[in-house]
């Protein structure tokens, strides 16, 4: 199974800051990777996938990037309505996998 | 507008069966691969399992965890998808989530239903 790690597990930052998560694959996935956003007692929500491709309706201030072992996810300016918990996952292959998690809270 | 509503959770007993729908609307449902995701309560995000569509004969993949005791199925004449749970143990204990895929050449969850609770627990 393809082990996905998540850094950090959490973090604290303020409205307006520059915010970046990195997730870690453990082999190599090609840019097959997807990211998500989960507010509290929500669905998940579909924020890019193929890496670094913004799902429709989604703001142009999250971005992704990195190919085969190693992503980010960046919101540039954190608003309000980010404060949420935000996992990646790979579909490169079975059993398709999440990270653990980053909980961005408000500083 | 695409909707996906998940029913069926509730309260079984370990070793207990309970079997989970997902209603689909919007969209076409019988070209999407259809997957269910769970969430234990204060945990991450697991996936479970798919089923594909037609076009690929409905055939469906597994996690481990839940190989031979859950069953994935669907019925696109009702637009609606499965979840046959048998066995049940308390470590089954989330909430059901069922997701669509996206079409095309990247398989990821691009809407996701509101979940329904299972609890395993005498």
């Known amino acids: 199974d393809i082990q996905m790690t998540q850094s950090p597990s959490s973090l604290s930052a303020s409205v307006g800051d520059r915010v970046t998560i990195t997730c870690r694959a453990s082999?190599?996935?090609?840019?097959?990777l997807a990211w998500y956003q989960q507010k509290p007692e929500k669905a998940p929500k579909s924020l890019i996938y193929?890496?670094?491709s913004l799902q429709s309706g989604v703001p142009s201030r999250f971005s992704g990037s990195g190919s085969g072992t190693d992503f980010t996810l960046t919101i540039s300016s954190l608003q309000p309505e980010d404060f949420a918990t935000y996992y990646c996952q790979q579909y490169d292959s079975y059993p398709l996998t999440f990270g653990g998690g980053t909980k961005v809270e408000i500083k | 507008e695409v909707q996906l509503v998940e029913s069926g959770g509730g309260l079984v007993q370990p070793g207990g069966s309970l079997r989970l729908s997902c209603a689909a609307s919007?969209?076409?449902?019988?070209?999407?691969?259809m997957d269910w995701v769970r969430q234990a309560p204060g945990k991450g995000l697991e996936w479970v399992g798919r089923?594909?569509?037609?076009?690929?004969?409905?055939?469906?993949e597994y996690a481990a965890s839940v190989k031979g005791r859950f069953i994935i199925s669907r019925d696109d004449s009702k637009n609606s998808l499965y979840l046959q749970m048998n066995s049940l143990k308390t470590e089954d204990t989330a909430v059901y989530y069922c997701?669509?895929?996206?079409?095309?050449?990247?398989?990821?969850?691009?809407?996701w239903g509101q979940g329904t609770l299972v609890t395993v627990s005498s």
């Open positions: 919007g969209f076409t449902f019988s070209d999407h691969y």
């Open positions: 082999q190599g996935i090609s840019s097959w």
């Open positions: 193929a890496a670094s």
């Open positions: 089923t594909r569509n037609k076009a690929n004969s409905h055939t469906t």
């Open positions: 997701a669509r895929v996206a079409r095309g050449t990247h398989y990821y969850f691009d809407y």
